[in-house]
């Protein structure tokens, strides 16, 4: 088992994942990944607590802006009038062929 830290947390991931540091402006982030997983990590203040339902989360809609940060490229200082845009088209009950995919 390989221990990553992150913030006030020490996780215990297989060896064959590796931690990538992110720099964030009020917060720590980075990428817990392997040949077939990328998990996204933040923390710091500001960082949700995630004690809310499925619902709540929905409704804010930060995740619209999680996945903004999915399109940006290394080396270009993003605003608001240069953020890439993600548009909502549809939410829908995510599914076990969902898991598959990677």
Known sequence: MENIELGGYLLDV???FKYKFHSGIDSEGGEI???SITLLTNYGFFTDTLYQTPEEYLNKRYFLSDAAS???K???AYDNRNT???ELISIR???KQDSDKV
């Open 33 to 35: 990944t392997n040949d």
């Open 74 to 76: 290394d080396g270009i």
């Open 70 to 72: 999915r399109f940006m």
């Open 93 to 95: 009950k995510a599914t």
């Open 14 to 16: 297989p060896q064959s």
């Open 84 to 86: 890439p845009k993600v």
